[in-house]
């Protein structure tokens, strides 16, 4: 089974700042896809950057990036320029290609912008 | 176009009786999700539906939860006989293509309050 692990409960940084937030995930399927979700308190997960297992090059969205190490099974996302609101809880998932398609979640980092 | 809504927003009840929570997936999405998220803790998949069918209810814990879904639109979680273990909020989720690189929306959730 798949599993996904995300060991900062809790992130601050100063406005303006780069923060990164660190994901790890354990599969041995070669082919899946992997997403970062942001939920703010209104509790409305909302997607912020996906990639696809099968292609090397790091997803990028406007001030969110990520790094992704297939061989090492990290999924890190790097938030630039960091604003007040990118406080919420960020979710790191990973979705098997094909069948169901559930997405298996990790616990969650909180994070906090300073002004 | 309108998103995937959730009703109630927030639903208190008593031990021991039991409640009915509505998703509304997005038109045209074949496939819908039930995750819960408890105090602290990532989202854990519940049930997955394409259509009507539900071909996988391995993540229900107990078998005072069933869900149902008509017209291959409007699902409802039931949970019988609630306990406060299950207090906790419940996010429903819609997607075109079950299993696809499409993103998976996500509907406000309901939060259950057990007492």
């Known amino acids: 089974a798949q599993t996904v692990t995300q060991s900062q409960p809790e992130m601050s940084v100063q406005e303006a700042e780069t923060v990164t937030l660190s994901c790890t995930y354990d599969?041995?399927?070669?082919?899946?896809?992997l997403f970062w979700y942001k939920q703010p308190p209104s509790r409305q997960m909302i997607l912020v950057i996906r990639q696809e297992a099968y292609k090397q090059q790091n997803a990028t969205e406007n001030r969110f990036s990520v790094n992704f190490q297939k061989a090492a099974k990290s999924f890190s996302l790097k938030i630039s320029d960091s604003q007040l609101g990118d406080a919420a809880m960020y979710f790191c998932?990973?979705?098997?290609?094909?069948?169901?398609?559930?997405?298996?979640f990790g616990k969650g980092t909180k994070l906090s912008v300073k002004p | 176009g309108a998103g995937v809504s959730q009703s109630p927003s927030n639903k208190v009840t008593e031990k021991g009786k039991d409640v009915e929570l509505r998703c509304d997936p997005i038109?045209?999405?074949?496939?819908l999700y039930w995750y819960r998220q408890s105090l602290g803790q990532g989202l854990e998949f519940l049930i997955y539906?394409?259509?009507?069918?539900?071909?996988?209810k391995s993540g229900l814990p107990s078998d005072r939860f069933s869900a149902e879904r008509t017209g291959g639109s409007v699902s409802t979680l039931t949970i019988q006989r609630t306990q406060q273990e299950d207090s906790a909020v419940y996010l429903c989720?819609?997607?075109?293509?079950?299993?696809?690189?499409?993103?998976?929306?996500f509907g406000p959730g309901t939060r259950l309050t057990v007492l």
């Open positions: 989720a819609s997607i075109e293509v079950a299993g696809s690189y499409n993103e998976q929306f």
């Open positions: 599969t041995s399927e070669s082919d899946y896809y």
């Open positions: 539906f394409q259509g009507n069918s539900a071909p996988d």
């Open positions: 998932a990973y979705r098997s290609r094909g069948s169901q398609g559930n997405l298996i």
């Open positions: 038109s045209g999405h074949t496939a």
